[in-house]
């Protein structure tokens, strides 16, 4: 590795961890609205702490230290993290603990994933929500995004429209990694595969001066817990919050929901574009601590 690749992956590899923090923090902040003893907080008040993170942040760091230790997606490497590191206790959906206990126990990954849910795969929310590293790993390259962004997908998403919300988000990412100009929308729209994700896009296109409880409206909250449901708003927040971390994540509580997952996602792009000095440190503070096995996992 010469000196310019060595920067450049080192710079990836910034731009990988910054947007991992805002995913975490995202997660964490969503998830805390969820609690009973914070059902009165509204999203402008800021939750006690600690902050737990939840499945979208453990799977998050499955696929950060993928890339770490391959500098790209190893299908069967990350499939084999997503069912080892599972903690139940992280709130995993009831599809992705059949399929991870599935694949824990010894049966292949592709054919677990090929026979969920009735043979037709899942097109739920969980590919889009731990993608926002990737792309952000691939700032600037919006194609190799997507590619990579498909392949992590396929692991537990064999539904195109699953697939599709996984795309849409690491291109989303990838651009405001580079700080470009280019409309994050549209560029998803480029390269994202499938129908009703795609819809919803294009949608969103149109809400430019909408609430964020508009927008929801429009375009679904997340609490189907679908891709269609959960990524073109979280698109749309992201667009219009693209250097503001908390007004973005605050909007994701706002529109309720499954929150936590709207929120790690806004929360994975905008710090792809602000670094982590966009974060506010009480926030990152507040936040428990990324397990160990992440830091402790090699580098390529």
Aim: proline content about 4%.
């Amino acid at each position: 590795m010469n000196d310019d690749q060595r920067g450049l992956s080192e710079r990836a590899a910034v731009l990988m961890h910054d947007s991992l923090a805002g995913l975490s923090v995202g997660d964490a902040f969503g998830d805390q609205f969820f609690l009973h003893a914070n059902r009165h907080l509204t999203a402008a008040d800021l939750p006690s702490p600690p902050w737990e993170w939840s499945d979208d942040t453990e799977m998050a760091c499955s696929v950060v230290a993928c890339l770490r230790r391959h500098g790209r997606i190893d299908q069967d490497a990350l499939a084999a993290s997503f069912a080892a590191r599972m903690d139940v206790g992280r709130r995993y959906g009831a599809g992705a603990l059949e399929l991870l206990e599935r694949v824990r126990d010894g049966h292949p990954w592709r054919t677990a994933t090929a026979e969920s849910f009735g043979g037709n795969g899942s097109f739920g929310n969980g590919a889009a929500m731990r993608v926002a590293p990737l792309g952000a790993f691939y700032g600037g390259d919006p194609a190799r995004a997507a590619a990579e962004a498909a392949l992590q997908a396929e692991i537990t998403h064999a539904h195109t429209e699953g697939v599709a919300g996984a795309v849409a988000v690491a291109v989303a990412a990838s651009l405001a990694a580079s700080g470009t100009a280019e409309d994050l929308i549209e560029a998803a729209l480029d390269h994202a595969p499938g129908t009703y994700v795609r819809r919803g896009l294009q949608r969103a296109r149109s809400l430019e001066k909408a609430t964020a409880e508009q927008a929801a409206q429009a375009l679904g909250n997340g609490s189907r817990i679908t891709a269609q449901d959960t990524v073109p708003f979280a698109l749309w927040a992201s667009t219009r919050h693209l250097d503001d971390y908390p007004a973005g994540v605050r909007a994701c509580v706002r529109a309720g929901g499954d929150m936590d997952t709207t929120a790690a996602i806004v929360g994975g792009i905008i710090a792809a574009n602000t670094g982590i000095d966009g974060i506010p440190s009480a926030w990152l503070e507040n936040r428990e601590p990324l397990p160990g096995w992440l830091e402790n996992s090699p580098q390529a």
